[in-house]
């Protein structure tokens, strides 16, 4: 279904090319495929813009149990790294166990990974 909008929407495109400028359809053709190819990345850009990336669950935990923080789900990922990264300038170190178990995990992960 939605190739034939876009089949549409092309076929369309051609026409109202070659009305306004006057040309035949092989002139029409490469031009509108340009300037179609050109809408497409701004409708993508506006979809990724429109779909920020939410707070993974990952941060969720972090946030709870390194630093006591219970965060709203809806605060995206960017926001949540500043959060972590802002709580970590500050000093806050609310669970030193914690942080102790992550490096240690991380680290046996690394060495894990390095195989």
């Known amino acids: 279904m939605e190739s034939e909008y876009y089949l549409n929407l092309l076929k369309s495109l051609i026409g109202k090319t070659e009305r306004y400028l006057g040309i035949d359809f092989d002139t029409a053709l490469p031009i509108v495929l340009s300037v179609f190819t050109e809408l497409n990345k701004d409708r993508r ?4 813009i429109r779909r920020k990336q939410l707070i993974t669950a990952k941060q969720l935990v972090f946030l709870q149990k390194r630093f006591g923080i219970t965060a709203e789900p809806e605060i995206t990922k960017q ?5 972590i990264e802002e709580q970590f300038r500050n000093g806050n170190n609310r669970n030193n166990n914690y942080s102790n178990n992550y490096r240690n995990n991380t680290s046996r992960l690394a060495t894990a990974r390095s195989f």
Do not use: G, I
């Open 45 to 48: 850009v506006q979809e990724m």
């Open 79 to 83: 926001e949540a790294s500043k959060l």
